[in-house]
């Protein structure tokens, strides 16, 4: 079965940098998504993506994250300035149609800030 | 406000005893409920949806609107069953889901 594959595993970095958190979503998915879940909390939506442009996003999402999809492949979710409290597991998802459908997760990646 | 609501952080049965994670929901319109699961070291992944009425290893889940309910039910639980249950409901067509908190499901020899 096709996966959502999400690069890198674990990513550590200082407060206050950038980083950029990969993805390539099923290949003829239509829908992206980013999710956080924050150790011992729930599973949270951050945004959906499609068509080359947001379609929902959370209150959490706000100026220092944005997506991207570069190429016909990856989707990338960037936090320009990261904070300690954006340490979190970060998962992407993707979906063929946005209606109400199963969402194929990636394995997540976890980000440390220190 | 839309919120998922699973009670319980850990439920610990025996092999072979019934298996039953709650779950309530606050949406004033129609969601559509899913049971997501995670096995150790794997992906979240589906594991039903109440609009497609089916039984995925066992396990069923009733939508029951007067109780803003959807608890997944198993009647005897085997012990590749433990891992974490996510129920989650979607109310619009972005795909935007709201999880519950997870009920860590362990079956015990």
């Known amino acids: 079965e096709p996966e959502v594959t999400q690069t890198p595993s674990h990513q550590v970095t200082q407060m206050g940098q950038e980083v950029i958190l990969r993805c390539v979503p099923i290949?003829?998915?239509?829908?992206f998504y980013w999710y956080r879940q924050i150790l011992g909390q729930k599973v949270e939506f951050l945004v959906s993506?499609?068509?080359?442009?947001?379609?929902?996003k959370s209150e959490i999402f706000d100026d220092q994250f944005s997506v991207e999809r570069p190429d016909g492949s990856n989707f990338t979710l960037k936090i320009r300035s990261t904070k300690l409290e954006d340490s979190a597991m970060y998962f992407c998802?993707?979906?063929?149609?946005?209606?109400?459908?199963?969402?194929?997760f990636g394995s997540g990646t976890q980000l440390s800030v220190l | 406000a839309q919120r998922v609501t699973q009670p319980e952080k850990l439920l610990s049965v025996f092999k072979g005893a019934p298996v039953e994670l709650k779950c309530n929901y606050s949406y004033s319109g129609s969601p559509e409920l899913f049971w997501y699961v995670q096995y150790s070291r794997q992906r979240l992944q589906l594991l039903l949806r109440?609009?497609s009425r089916e039984s995925i290893k066992g396990f069923t889940a009733d939508l029951n609107k007067g109780e803003t309910s959807f608890h997944l039910k198993k009647p005897f639980a085997q012990e590749e069953d433990s891992a974490m249950y996510y129920c989650?409901?979607?109310?619009?067509?972005?795909?935007?889901?709201?999880f519950g908190q997870g009920t860590t499901l362990q079956v015990k020899p």
């Open positions: 290949s003829n998915h239509l829908y």
């Open positions: 109440h609009i």
């Open positions: 998802a993707s979906s063929v149609t946005g209606e109400n459908e199963k969402l194929f």
């Open positions: 993506f499609y068509n080359n442009e947001i379609s929902e």
């Open positions: 989650a409901l979607t109310y619009s067509n972005t795909g935007k889901l709201i």
